[in-house]
């Protein structure tokens, strides 16, 4: 079964521009959820969608926003670009209710220069 | 929201030796326990997870535990190897902003070194 896939797996922007970024869940997986991972602030929770609906969200500015699509495919746009959102962008799936297993995709490398 | 702290940040042990990560979580409502290891330029791998209904669960050589009471859980790792070297992250299933459980929240990470 084929894991959480995330494309591109790499990229660099330059400040100001706006990016999206794509994840492919597990087969049968309905939630998809978005982190960030940074070396000073670790894995941060950005958003998590089920049913194409935003469920959860963290406390990222308006810049950061996703969707998610009846395939339960989802994707998350940064706009306005800013060095500080360079980092490792991680997406995670899982089937459905709280308290089950959730599998991370290999990332996006983004670097904002 | 929730808050999980993780102790100690480093971690080096000698080879053979056991390890033992601590984290401590601030809500009551959370879950679900997790614990991700994640090994230079990877994505994080889930190792083992707990659910609040139960108060340990091992693994071979991997153990969790957890104390609801007092709100903390920790990982055991026995009989060490270098390969178990990695960045070890733990993670509480709590509220979020929606109000049910699906945001999970991570502590800040443990670098283990197991010297050969």
């Known amino acids: 079964k084929a894991g959480v896939t995330q494309t591109p797996r790499y990229l660099i922007k330059t400040r100001g521009q706006q990016v999206t970024l794509s994840c492919s869940p597990i087969?049968?997986?309905?939630?998809v959820s978005w982190y960030q991972q940074t070396p000073g602030q670790g894995l941060q929770f950005l958003f998590e969608?089920?049913?194409?609906?935003?469920?959860n969200k963290g406390n990222f500015p308006g810049r950061f926003s996703g969707r998610q699509f009846s395939n339960s495919r989802s994707e998350m746009n940064v706009s306005t670009l800013e060095l500080g959102d360079s980092a490792l962008y991680l997406c995670?799936?899982?089937?459905?209710?709280?308290?089950?297993?959730?599998?991370f995709g290999e990332g996006s490398w983004l670097t904002v220069v | 929201g929730e808050n999980v702290e993780q102790h100690p940040s480093t971690l080096s042990v000698q080879e053979g030796d056991s390890a033992v990560i601590k984290c401590t979580y601030s809500?009551?409502?959370?879950?679900?326990f997790p614990w991700y290891k994640q090994e230079l330029g990877k994505r994080p791998q889930l190792i083992i997870d707990?659910?609040?209904?139960?108060g340990e669960k091992k693994d071979q050589r991997i153990a969790v535990t957890l104390n609801k009471t007092a709100k903390h859980f920790s990982l055991h790792i026995t009989e060490t190897q270098p390969e178990d070297s990695a960045v070890y992250f733990c993670?509480?299933?709590?509220?979020?902003?929606?109000?049910?459980?699906?945001?999970?929240?991570f502590g800040k990470g443990t670098l283990l070194t197991v010297n050969p």
């Open positions: 995670a799936s899982s089937r459905d209710s709280s308290g089950n297993t959730i599998y």
């Open positions: 087969s049968g997986h309905r939630s």
């Open positions: 969608y089920f049913s194409e609906t935003q469920r």
């Open positions: 809500d009551s409502a959370s879950n679900y």
């Open positions: 707990i659910r609040s209904n139960v």
């Open positions: 993670a509480a299933m709590g509220r979020g902003s929606g109000g049910s459980n699906y945001k999970l929240t």
